[in-house]
């Protein structure tokens, strides 16, 4: 059978996730290794996504960005010790 239309549109949306962590991993890495605290670069990747955020998307669509954020952290997707099943 014949991926749908949609399931491959989400295959290469995962794709190109796994390549944009894979380069936030690369910077992450060239700044540790500069001297650069991780609280300072995590502050700057937040900043910078969130202009990015508000110049595509406006102030409504970060809001509501920030919030889905705010509820996938509180049910714990981003916490270093969470195991994937």
């Not at 690369?26 to 910078?48: Q, S, T, V, Y």
């Not at 409504?60 to 714990?76: K, Q, T, V």
Request: aromatic residues 4%; without cysteine; negative net charge.
């Amino acid at each position: 059978m014949e991926p749908r239309r949609n399931d491959i549109d989400d295959m290469i949306v995962h794709e190109k996730m796994q390549a944009a962590l894979e380069y936030q991993n690369e910077a992450w890495a060239d700044g540790m290794a500069d001297g650069i605290e991780p609280e300072i670069i995590a502050d700057a990747a937040i900043a910078l996504a969130m202009r990015e955020t508000i110049r595509i998307h406006g102030e409504d669509g970060a809001e509501a960005m920030l919030n889905s954020l705010r509820s996938r952290m509180l049910a714990g997707e981003f916490s270093p010790t969470r195991s994937v099943q």
